[in-house]
């Protein structure tokens, strides 16, 4: 089985072309995209192209990226593999790739050819994969037994409505959890992935160009930079209509500043081994409690080895008992995914402001580093964090005031901050995180490292890079953590 893992573009290469937004989907929403006209013209069923950007946001499910008909995209399940399949109205060939895409802090780029009337079966359908053509695959892959001049279901004139899905499948029910960006088809252009993309000269990873070619003649573009239509066709042939989704969805982690979110593949696991298999949702920015009487934690996919970084957090509701913002030491987090743990252990290196609507708890954990005098929060406030890992120390904020009278500013003196502990791992990886304690009710909390959340923000503030979307504006000189700023400061 191969694994895709350093081919995976993670933003953090300058590039000529940058892409601004993204849409986030969610399978807890139902958000799609459809295309709900008739297309009037024909298009071509035997030649076509699909490109697209995707960072993965859930893992195991069986999900499409697009589908028309029986024909389109889908991660298959629990192994995570994608399949390409096609349909002619009787018979169903498949593309099965053998490697799997569980990499939730990466963004992907899958380029789908077909093109049916080359004389040589292998070449009638081709993907690559972050600019690689794809040459090892599933033994249920039958893609070349098509014949030559074969016609599938996505050029067919007069499709129906609900034909063309981005998100989900024609059906219904398979929705995508995932950042999408740069959306293409081209009807009747067989493109090969070096029209959207291309190796970097320094870093050989694939980044994405500005594609010039042709789009047929009901090709689209989906570039979702107009939050007010996020379904609109930018190459002006018709658009889509959004099923759930609304400007809210609209995103600025893009494959080229990609941004950190929660990390799927931390989960805590009870006394005793048993798992709680928190839920992740909402672009990875929503951590969901799901085993009464224990902590559970949320881990940044981006770590902090140098630098000023800020980012924001808040109770989801009432439900959530105790809640703790802060960070985690790279030692002390290996314990959370094995034990009842969570940021601010008493006696370990991590350090978070303890709160809650339920609690009335207000403190730095461990007790001998409370706020003088504590201050309460409950989900009606937001908690900013700002980690100085240069001089080593670490600032709290509720609702735009540093508690304690914090100055992150201050440099070597640390006023009103918190030293990070001496140690082992001390001035290593430290990552921003989240935890809280299943009480009673069910228990989540929002994160907000600027390229996506769920916060309703009132008086939107970026660093002063112009990167990330807060409540409340960075300290000068912290910066949200996205790869353009760890590429500068990082």
């Known amino acids: 089985m191969a694994f ?37 013209s024909a298009g071509n069923a035997k030649t076509w192209t699909w490109s697209g950007w995707i960072k993965r946001t859930e893992l195991d499910a069986h999900t499409y990226l697009f589908s028309a008909g029986y024909t ?90 609900n034909w063309l899905k981005v998100g989900d499948w024609y059906a ?5 959890a995932a ?40 090709g689209y573009y989906l570039d979702f930079s107009d939050s007010a239509n996020l379904g609109d066709d930018a190459n002006g042939s018709f658009s889509f209509t959004e099923g759930n989704i609304t400007a809210a969805d609209q995103a600025t982690d893009t494959p080229t500043n990609n941004f950190a979110t929660l990390n799927v593949l931390h989960k805590n696991s009870g006394s005793g081994g048993t798992s709680n298999n928190s839920i992740f949702t909402e672009g990875n920015t929503k951590i969901t409690g799901n085993l009464s009487g224990y902590w559970q934690s949320g881990v940044s996919t981006m770590g902090i080895t140098s630098g000023k970084w800020y980012f924001e957090a808040k109770a989801y509701d009432s439900n959530t008992h105790i809640s703790a913002v802060g960070y985690g030491d790279e030692g002390d987090i290996e314990n959370w995914a094995v034990g009842n743990d969570f940021p601010g252990t008493s006696g370990s290196k991590s350090y978070a ?17 409370q706020p003088s005098p504590a201050v309460t929060y409950n989900q009606t406030n937001i908690i900013g964090v700002a980690i100085d890992a240069d001089n080593g120390y670490v600032y709290w904020s509720k609702d735009g005031t540093y508690i304690n009278s914090g100055n992150p500013a201050s440099g070597s003196s640390g006023t009103g901050g918190i030293a990070v502990p001496t140690g082992t791992g001390t001035n290593g990886t430290l990552f921003p995180a ?24 009132s008086s939107p503030a970026s660093d002063a890079n112009g990167y990330g979307t807060f409540e409340y504006a960075p300290p000068s000189g912290y910066y949200a953590l996205c790869t353009k700023n760890l590429a500068e400061y990082g």
């Open 4 to 40: 895709l893992t350093e081919a995976a573009n993670r933003g953090s290469i300058s590039t000529g072309y940058d892409i601004d937004y993204s849409l986030k989907l969610e399978p807890d929403n139902s958000e799609s995209l459809t295309y709900t006209g008739t297309q009037s």
């Open 72 to 161: 389109g995209f889908q991660f298959m399940g629990t192994e995570n593999w994608l399949r390409l399949e096609l349909y002619n109205g009787s018979t169903t060939y498949y593309l099965d790739l053998d490697m799997v895409f569980r990499d939730t802090s990466a963004w992907y780029h899958i380029v789908g050819q077909v093109d049916t009337t080359q004389a040589t079966a292998a070449d009638r359908v081709k993907i690559w994969i972050n600019g690689v053509l794809q040459t090892e695959f599933r033994a249920s892959t039958n893609y070349t037994n098509i014949s030559q001049n074969a016609e599938f279901q996505i050029g067919k004139t007069g499709s129906s409505a």
């Open 172 to 176: 219904g029910g398979r929705y995508l």
């Open 179 to 218: 950042y999408i960006a740069e959306w293409h088809y081209t009807d009747g252009v067989a493109n090969d992935a070096d029209a959207f993309g291309e190796f970097d000269d320094d870093t050989n990873i694939w980044k994405p160009i500005e594609y010039k070619g042709s789009y047929g003649t009901n």
């Open 353 to 369: 402001y303890i709160g809650g609507p339920a609690s009335g708890y207000g403190q730095i954990s461990p007790s001998t580093n």
């Open 434 to 457: 989240v935890g809280f304690y299943y009480h009673t009710t069910i228990p989540a909390m929002l994160v907000n490292f600027g390229g996506y959340t769920q916060f309703t923000i």
